[in-house]
Structure formats: C-alpha cells, structure tokens
C-alpha cells in the first residue's frame, strides 16, 4: 500500500479519488430515514463542492455533460443530511431527505413521481417485477 493508498484509507481526511474513474464518483442515493435505496447518479468536483454548499444532492450528468440539482425542473429535491464516503474514497453515499414526491424521473401508472430508481426486481434470471413502497 502507498503512503496515498494509506491516507486516502486510513487517515482522517477527506481525499475523494476522483482520477480512478475519470474525474467521476459513484454516488448512491439512501433515504435517511428508511434505508431505501433510492437512485444512483454521478459526482464530480463541481458537483460534490455544489452539493456541500447548497445541502442539495447535485450530480454530474454523463448524458448531457453538465451539472444538474434533483429537483430543479420537478421540485422532487433531495436534502442531503450525511455524506459517507467508502475505504479507499472513490464511491459516496448521499444520506437523504425527499422534499417532494419522489427519486425517480420516471412516473408511475398514476403519473406519480416513482419514490426509488428501483422500483423493478429480477426474477429468475429474466422476468422483472414492478416494487411497491409503503411511505
């Protein structure tokens, strides 16, 4: 392990390792309160800086190559409370709460905003299930 390794592992500081993946760290969005998982996105800098200062969960788009805020354009803001960061810093966990109705940009049947990104299960290694959360 280098002395890097061992700081970024280690040590008491903050060292997110932001070149592993191209400028790009994983971040998994938890419901604080319930545990849920409710999407993932992707952080940079900018992104991880944005977030720290506003308490809103703020991501890099790989789509569209620019910053976005969840919840700009559907009011579905997400609070960030606590940012936990994996051993060797190159994944986060943004620890949430939801101001609105949702995580998700798709919508439901009802045309409600879906409360997780995962609202499907794989079943026997080819048949998806739709998933239904009680609030």
Known sequence: MSQGDSQ???GS????DFDKRG????CVVQDVQSGQIL???YVNREALESTRKSGRATFFSTSRQSL???GESSGNYLVVREILVD???????????MAGEGACHTRD????ARRSCFYRRL???????FLSYDD
């Open 109 to 112: 049947s009802d045309g409600k």
């Open 123 to 129: 079943e026997d290694g080819q048949f998806l299930s």
């Open 23 to 26: 400028g790009l760290l994983p």
């Open 13 to 16: 500081r903050f060292l997110p």
């Open 87 to 97: 051993c060797d810093q190159d994944a986060l966990v943004y620890r949430v709460e």
């Open 68 to 70: 976005w805020t969840k």
């Open 39 to 41: 999407m993932l996105g």
């Open 8 to 10: 970024r592992e280690e």
